[in-house]
């Protein structure tokens, strides 16, 4: 088990150590929700373009919100270890278990039997419509593969070993291209054997998974007494629900931009989905700066080492602004050659670049933003970062998008601007906070 101790040594070293896997599972993770996009464009067809693309919205949804609460596992298991406490993560697995099954089976049935209604929601164009609502309930179907992968990955950057979720999503990326090839290219099954490769990607990820891990040294000890619903749940939740909502609210207003954007027509909506899948390659440094931020900050405020964790943030916010410089470049000049890998579609990939070019910005907002996330959740602020997120959401990205898409002749270059706007407004908040409660974060 390679688990990291983050407070001592070189910042820099340690935490581009452990961010770099991180973002090669985020990468991997990308890639593994964009082959189903990319193969259905190539080997399907325009309408199966569009119900992939806003069929996984409504399970980024569930995805995302899941993230968001398992971040609370990570930042209780660091904070034990740079306590000295692992002798309590047994007790924190147990509670896991049992919280998340319970949680999968409730997800699970309201996925298969609410698909129309979701999918109605979205504005999904009409000739997409079926093949959508049949996305949601076959990822609906097998989303406790889903739940389990994401509450792996949390647990063992929790212990500081960022290697193994890497491991765990190439095994379901490498089933994934698989799947997808021999059921859509192969079979001609389209947006329904897009979805079972997905799903039947994490089942096998999971279960190899388990069977590693089984085999491996723990710095900690379980037993089955351990499992139920105990005080570490109440713990966990309370780190991890603000996040969790934060990322159910913030990806409802994505999913209400979707729709706005849906009523543009096919051409627009399968312009948008690949545009999405860009833009999530696009956001992955940010992504891992902000969860190796957590768990480096979370250890260091255990060891009571502040003024390292800040220095962490600084570093962290250094590396993501060398790196959104190079990413923003690219986005700008080769919108349109990103967007024609997924399809050759000339109006869907005109859409996807003019939506690009007005997102680029957050490539370079984002790495200031992500970081001070980050070492905010690290500090357990998980509150104010959820109030901060849906202000950015709701009082900026949402409003914005939809006044520019019922424009005349709208434009997705100026929807797609909306994000960044609402990042710099979040920054504003951000910094504001800090400022305000310096003493108090600080001593914490």
């Not at 569009?50 to 569930?62: K, R």
């Not at 690290?378 to 950015?392: C, D, K, N, P, S």
Request: net charge positive; with cysteine.
């Amino acid at each position: 088990m390679n688990n990291q101790d983050f407070t001592s040594g070189s910042i820099v070293k340690k935490l581009l150590i452990f961010m770099v896997p991180i973002l090669g599972a985020l990468i991997l993770q990308a890639m593994y929700s964009a082959v189903d996009l990319l193969i259905v464009g190539w080997f399907g067809s325009t309408a199966g373009i569009s119900a992939v693309s806003t069929g996984s919205n409504v399970v980024n949804l569930v995805t995302f919100t899941i993230t968001g609460l398992t971040m609370g596992i990570t930042v209780l298991i660091s904070r034990y270890i740079g306590e000295g406490k692992s002798q309590r993560i047994g007790k924190v697995l147990g509670g896991v278990i049992a919280f998340f099954i319970v949680l999968s089976i409730i997800i699970a049935v309201l996925m298969l039997v609410f698909a129309p209604q979701l999918t109605a929601l979205m504005q999904a164009p009409e000739e997409a419509l079926k093949l959508t609502i049949l996305y949601v309930r076959i990822c609906g179907g097998g989303i406790l593969f889903v739940i389990a992968y994401n509450v792996l990955s949390a647990v063992f950057r929790g212990l500081g070993d960022s290697t193994s979720p890497l491991l765990f999503v190439a095994i379901a990326c490498v089933v994934n291209i698989f799947g997808d090839l021999v059921l859509v290219a192969g079979f001609h099954l389209n947006v329904v054997g897009a979805a079972i490769a997905t799903i039947a990607a994490q089942a096998v990820s999971v279960i190899l998974s388990l069977i590693i891990i089984s085999k491996r040294e723990l710095p900690f000890t379980m037993k089955r007494q351990d499992i139920g619903f105990n005080s570490e749940v109440i713990k966990f939740l309370r780190l991890g629900s603000p996040i969790a909502l934060q990322e159910l609210l913030t990806n409802l207003s994505f999913l209400a931009l979707c729709a706005f954007i849906n009523r543009l027509g096919l051409d627009a909506s399968s312009g948008y989905g690949i545009a999405q899948k860009v833009t999530s390659f696009i956001l992955l440094v940010p992504s891992s700066l902000m969860q190796s931020m957590s768990s480096f900050v979370a250890q260091n405020v255990g060891a009571r080492q502040e003024k390292r964790a800040l220095k962490a943030l600084l570093t962290g916010m250094g590396i993501g602004l060398l790196a959104g410089c190079f990413i923003f470049t690219a986005v700008m000049l080769k919108a349109d050659l990103f967007a024609s890998i997924f399809t050759n579609d000339k109006a869907v990939i005109q859409c996807a670049g003019e939506y690009l070019r007005g997102f680029a910005p957050e490539t370079l907002l984002t790495s200031i933003s992500f970081s001070l996330i980050g070492y905010y959740n690290g500090h357990e602020r998980t509150l104010f970062v959820m109030i901060q997120g849906l202000a950015q959401s709701f009082i900026v990205r949402l409003p914005v998008s939809y006044i520019m898409s019922i424009q005349p002749n709208a434009s997705l270059t100026l929807i797609g601007l909306a994000a960044p706007l609402a990042t710099a407004f979040g920054i504003v908040i951000l910094v504001a906070y800090f400022i305000k409660n310096k003493n108090s974060i600080l001593a914490n």
